[in-house]
């Protein structure tokens, strides 16, 4: 079992956007697709959906809406990383070595561990899960990147647009 790559002790993380909510996120979408496993870049593009799910014409998303939130694919990959290597830890997420790199599962604990847990944040997470894999999990890796690259631009630009609309209106 691998250990989670931060040096910062757990008690001092953050839960918030942090490795404990991201591995999280990643547990319902492992959770949801089981018994299929995903790649890490799969899963970054995937947290981005979960919490945006209103950019890509799904439900209301979990977070709101910040001016380049595009951008937060692109830093999210090593935080990611730590939340499934402590998932890990815990016998909840496993890593599969198979052609083509290595991909995240759900264990069999998975389902019951999410099912102990009753928040309304989780209930909103696990039901934008099962719309993001029911809705994108047959499309071909290349197919997802080639969406995200056609539309991260777009993700947040209405808010910079708003921004400068105005700071031009102000007297």
Request: aromatic share 10%; net charge negative.
């Amino acid at each position: 079992m691998g250990q989670v790559t931060t040096n910062i002790p757990l008690h001092l993380i953050s839960p918030f956007n942090g490795p404990v909510e991201i591995g999280l996120r990643a547990l319902c979408l492992l959770s949801t697709a089981f018994p299929t496993a995903y790649a890490l870049q799969r899963l970054v593009i995937f947290d981005y959906f979960l919490v945006h799910s209103d950019d890509i014409g799904g439900p209301e998303g979990m977070h709101p809406k910040t001016p380049h939130r595009g951008s937060e694919i692109l830093v999210r990959r090593g935080v990611i990383q730590d939340g499934l290597t402590l998932y890990e830890s815990r016998g909840l997420i496993e890593r599969v070595y198979k052609d083509g790199g290595i991909f995240f599962a759900a264990t069999d604990k998975s389902a019951d561990f999410l099912n102990t847990l009753s928040t309304e944040y989780l209930t909103g997470l696990r039901e934008r899960a099962d719309w993001v894999v029911e809705s994108f999990d047959a499309l071909s890796d290349m197919a997802l990147d080639t969406m995200v690259r056609e539309r991260i631009g777009t993700w947040g630009a209405e808010l910079s647009m708003e921004s400068i609309l105005w700071t031009e209106e102000a007297p």
